[in-house]
């Protein structure tokens, strides 16, 4: 009997002993490796600045898994101005910073399991406490996305997902 957290791949037909819950974005879409040298260049597991004149930080969109205790996230980087960003990087780790009203951005991850982009959608990045990633809550719109977030997936869902992430180009 499989475990609801495993996997048979519908794209390959291997078993793999886990289901994948969170899938993470390594940089914002529009970050090229050439910047990793450049002065006025920064990418963190946790904050992105390109050229100085955009910025980053990294959130995530978490989706409850419906019938089950468990979230499904994705880790995504979401564009800040530069005042929400210093603002963000000012009480970074500063206790109580989770207290901080929620910064606009915009959606700078490719989720590419969905049939439209997920560039630009409009969020707001919400501070946890110092040691966990923010909250990006997506504006409420019938993108697929924003659905999920707002209605919950089933795991059946995340499987599809999974399969999506491993089979994809």
Known sequence: MASDLELTCS???????ELP???TAEAPAVWDA???DADDCLLS?????IRAEHYFVKGLVEIPVLGTDDVFSWGVWVSLSRANFSR????????????EEPYFGWLTTELTVYP????NLKTLVHTRPVGERPFVELEPTAHPLAVEQRNGITMERVREIATAVRHAP
Do not use: I, K
């Open 116 to 119: 439209e982009t997920t560039l």
């Open 34 to 36: 050439g910047f990793a």
């Open 11 to 17: 794209g390959c037909g291997a078993r793999h002993p």
């Open 21 to 23: 819950m969170s899938y």
């Open 45 to 49: 597991s946790d904050q992105c600045v």
């Open 88 to 99: 963000a990087a000012d009480l970074w780790d500063q206790p109580g910073r989770e207290s």
